[in-house]
């Protein structure tokens, strides 16, 4: 397997291109969307429209501390005031619920095309990138962007009406005043740019930094046993406090510029506020510019008003720049390639008839539809399970190759064992047979056909994979049997559990079959969960079984205990073993002893043991693999 690499610090994407990415997956919300406008624009008017009652309302209080009161007027303001903060507030619960109705469906969108494209990607991928790195996408980076699409969108659009709607007021109270916060304004705007900028590329590296801190931690939770047993806690924490620190380091970097914003906004807003109280007093006072009394109230009112929206903005932007940090993460996973796929030869059901094979779904027949572009016919051939390597090269890397000039044939019902030491590149040899990876050099041929032109899917569904890391899934043990093929009768599962000698502990188990697992299978033996992936390879029924270590976890007495149902499971299939434990590929029909990327002997065990070249040395413990 190829190391993994940390990704390289990247600088941010286009911020425009990322937030109508987001956008474009608001499709089918015009309606709602068209609400939500509406619902902000009569909340935004409804809090101006409430202010600029104050002037009336003040200016009949003071004519009434003259003798002067109106009262049908003044309640007649009051309930004015009355029915425009009711609507507002109502206006702010509707399109703030529309608001999380479009926010979460988005939401479900953009994961629904995060997970259809993991799915999507080649094993190199994941050979790449931590599994804590990808989870991240899901958690932390969806989370943020949620919390920008609920809350900030529609903050944006209310803060621009309102700042929209009472400059225009307060230019209409008075241009002299409003000279004071067009000036103001300047200056806030320009705290917020230069402020912004260094924020943002803050929160790009904190992002970053917490997947890679995610990444860390997956895999120690993962490997805690391990951790435990080679006493590498103090390295464990060594490590995690690097990271750790790290992530420290991105996220008060973010975090300084962003918190310093709000107070130096509140000031900015008080400083404002007395500025516009001592010009509109002393203009109040003399008469001057038409104010009075009610006019200065309404337009301190503003003043305040027109201040909490550019305030609110500063607050969201932590927020919108985290949220587009992740997004940005989520989108360069969404615009990987998939993992290419230009085979048209495809797996399907067939019967015989005379000496042709003859397409049909109640056939009994596994066979390869080959259409041929040239003439446009087709030819079927039965699947048999027979694999030939020709000079194959390969390397994970084009600098480094694993695989020199590999080149061997296995036949129809044939056991191939592959010994060598760790790196010679036994896995590497059944990840081409899957075509995990594809040679650039050399060909390989699965009953004749060059796996290049069969189609990824339906060459796995001729083949069966136990590997030696077990992975079961959330679910009963009849489902993750079923696994194999998830059409599979009762019976069928029974009958696969019974050839891989699984039934007798599966059945002692407290509810049998249907005993559920979790954990992946953390209540099982590693002997119980290995006997399960052989279980689920049988129950798919494949003409060729890639064995890799997959005894590796059974001791010496299950092995002897299941070697009878190995055996009927091997029967009549192709078979690939890689097995450090030589007597279980004693009786292959070839042994191939591979060694830095070559095969150095090839032969049935007699006849290797004749030779006593380096097969012979590992047998007698002349020489150990390593």
């Known amino acids: 397997m190829p190391p993994r690499k940390n990704r390289p610090m990247e600088k941010p994407?286009?911020?425009?291109?990322?937030?109508?990415?987001?956008?474009?997956?608001?499709?089918?919300?015009?309606?709602?969307?068209?609400?939500?406008?509406?619902g902000v624009i009569f909340s935004s008017i409804a809090g101006v429209a409430g202010n600029a009652l104050l002037t009336p309302?003040?200016?009949?209080?003071?004519?009434?501390?003259?003798?002067?009161?109106?009262?049908?007027?003044?309640?007649?303001?009051?309930?004015?005031?009355?029915?425009?903060?009711?609507?507002?507030?109502?206006?702010?619960?509707?399109?703030?619920r529309m608001m999380m109705q479009i926010s979460t469906t988005t939401l479900m969108r953009i994961r629904n095309d995060l997970f259809n494209k993991m799915e999507s990607l080649p094993i190199k991928y994941f050979d790449k990138h931590t599994h804590g790195e990808l989870m991240s996408l899901y958690t932390n980076d969806t989370d943020?962007?949620?919390?920008?699409?609920?809350?900030?969108?529609?903050?944006?659009?209310?803060?621009?009406?309102?700042?929209?709607?009472?400059?225009?007021?307060?230019?209409?109270?008075?241009?002299?005043l409003t000279i004071i916060v067009i000036v103001m304004l300047v200056i806030i705007v320009n705290v917020i740019g230069f402020i912004g900028k260094r924020s943002s590329k803050g929160f790009i590296a904190q992002q970053k930094a917490l997947g890679k801190a995610n990444g860390y931690i997956e895999e120690m939770i993962d490997g805690q046993k391990v951790v435990k047993v080679f006493c590498h806690e103090d390295k464990a924490i060594e490590e995690f406090d690097k990271l750790n620190e790290e992530l420290c380091e991105a996220a008060?970097?973010?975090?300084?510029?962003?918190?310093?914003?709000?107070?130096?906004?509140?000031?900015?807003?008080?400083?404002?506020?007395?500025?516009?109280?001592?010009?509109?007093?002393?203009?109040?006072?003399?008469?001057?510019?038409?104010?009075?009394?009610?006019?200065?109230?309404?337009?301190?009112?503003?003043?305040?008003?027109?201040?909490?929206?550019?305030?609110?903005?500063?607050?969201?932007?932590?927020?919108?720049?985290?949220?587009?940090?992740?997004?940005?993460?989520?989108?360069?996973?969404?615009?990987?390639?998939?993992?290419?796929?230009?085979?048209?030869?495809t797996l399907v059901k067939a019967e015989r008839k005379g000496n042709e094979l003859v397409e049909s779904e109640n056939g009994d027949i596994w066979a390869w539809r080959h259409p041929h572009k040239a003439d446009g016919t087709v030819t079927y051939t039965e699947v048999r399970g027979r694999v030939e390597f020709d000079d194959v090269y390969f390397g994970y890397e084009p600098e480094k190759t694993v695989l020199n000039g590999i080149s061997l044939y296995a036949n129809e019902g044939q056991k191939i064992a592959f010994v060598g030491s760790t790196g010679a590149g036994k896995t590497t040899i059944t990840n081409l047979i899957n075509r995990f990876y594809d040679v650039p050099d050399g060909k390989i041929r699965y009953d004749g056909i060059n796996i290049n032109k069969i189609k990824k899917s339906d060459l796995r569904r001729s083949q069966s994979i136990v590997l030696q890391d077990t992975h079961l899934f959330t679910g009963t043990v009849m489902d993750n049997i079923r696994y194999g093929k998830l059409d599979a009768t009762d019976e069928e599962v029974y009958a696969a559990a019974k050839l891989a000698n699984a039934d007798s502990f599966i059945t002692h188990l407290e509810n049998g079959y249907n005993t559920m697992l979790t954990a992946d299978g953390a209540n099982l033996s590693q002997g119980q969960r290995q006997l399960l992936a052989i279980a689920r390879a049988a129950v798919a029924n494949p003409p060729v079984l890639i064995l890799d270590e997959a005894t590796s976890s059974i001791d010496t007495r299950t092995e002897a205990l299941i070697e009878k149902g190995m055996d009927s499971l091997m029967n009549g299939r192709t078979v690939f073993v890689i097995a450090h434990r030589l007597s279980t590929v004693r009786n292959s029909n070839a042994i191939m002893v591979l060694e830095y990327g070559k095969i150095i002997e090839r032969g049935n065990h007699d006849a290797l043991i004749a030779q006593k070249g380096k097969y012979y040395q590992l047998y007698t413990g002349m020489f150990e693999l390593s």
């Open 144 to 176: 943020t962007l949620r919390e920008m699409l609920s809350n900030s969108i529609a903050q944006f659009i209310s803060s621009a009406i309102t700042i929209v709607g009472v400059f225009a007021l307060m230019l209409w109270y008075s241009w002299i």
């Open 57 to 96: 309302l003040v200016n009949n209080i003071a004519d009434g501390l003259q003798g002067e009161w109106d009262k049908s007027k003044f309640i007649m303001i009051l309930i004015g005031m009355a029915v425009v903060y009711a609507v507002g507030a109502f206006s702010t619960f509707m399109f703030q």
């Open 252 to 345: 008060t970097r973010a975090n300084t510029f962003a918190n310093i914003l709000m107070p130096i906004m509140n000031n900015l807003s008080y400083l404002h506020y007395a500025a516009t109280a001592i010009v509109g007093g002393i203009m109040a006072v003399n008469g001057f510019g038409g104010m009075n009394i009610g006019k200065l109230v309404s337009y301190l009112q503003f003043t305040r008003q027109f201040s909490q929206p550019i305030t609110q903005v500063s607050q969201q932007l932590n927020s919108v720049l985290t949220a587009l940090a992740g997004a940005e993460r989520i989108f360069r996973v969404i615009d990987e390639e998939p993992e290419a796929d230009n085979g048209y030869v």
């Open 13 to 38: 994407s286009d911020v425009k291109g990322i937030i109508k990415r987001i956008f474009s997956y608001m499709y089918g919300f015009k309606v709602h969307f068209a609400l939500v406008v509406v």
